[in-house]
């Protein structure tokens, strides 16, 4: 069993910051990346940030500049700064882990279950 859990999302109004915190705790044997997507009302869910094990990051380009990714990979956790948000930020984040299992040694792809961020006036 792998768990992930996120922290940090809420209300904002439109130029502000908000910081996500994920932790991934269970059966994990090593984790290869870390991310964030978002899915906001009636779209697909997208990429907004990951961030591999050895620290290369790939950004969506609507968030280049504003969002930054990092990890601590000794405690299993990923976190996303994000800055000068707008309206268009407002989306449900989910937290993201390509690991390998302990026990098992299978891959999983594991998904948090969800905080909403909300950027309105």
């Known amino acids: 069993q792998v768990q992930l859990v996120e922290s940090g999302g809420g209300l904002v109004q439109p130029g502000g910051s908000l910081r996500l915190s994920c932790a991934a705790s269970?059966?994990?044997?090593?984790?290869?990346?870390m991310g964030w997507y978002r899915q906001a009302p009636g779209k697909q869910r997208e990429l907004v940030a990951v961030?591999?094990?050895?620290?290369?990051?790939t950004y969506a380009d609507s968030v280049k500049g504003r969002f930054t990714i990092s990890r601590d990979s000794a405690k299993n956790t990923v976190s996303l700064q994000m800055n000068e948000l707008g309206p268009e930020d407002t989306a449900v984040y989910y937290c993201?882990?390509?690991?390998?299992?302990?026990?098992?040694?299978?891959?999983?792809?594991?998904w948090g279950q969800g905080t909403q961020v909300t950027v309105s006036s």
């Open positions: 961030i591999s094990n050895t620290g290369l990051t």
């Open positions: 269970g059966s994990i044997f090593s984790i290869y990346a």
């Open positions: 993201n882990a390509d690991l390998m299992m302990s026990m098992t040694m299978r891959r999983l792809n594991s």
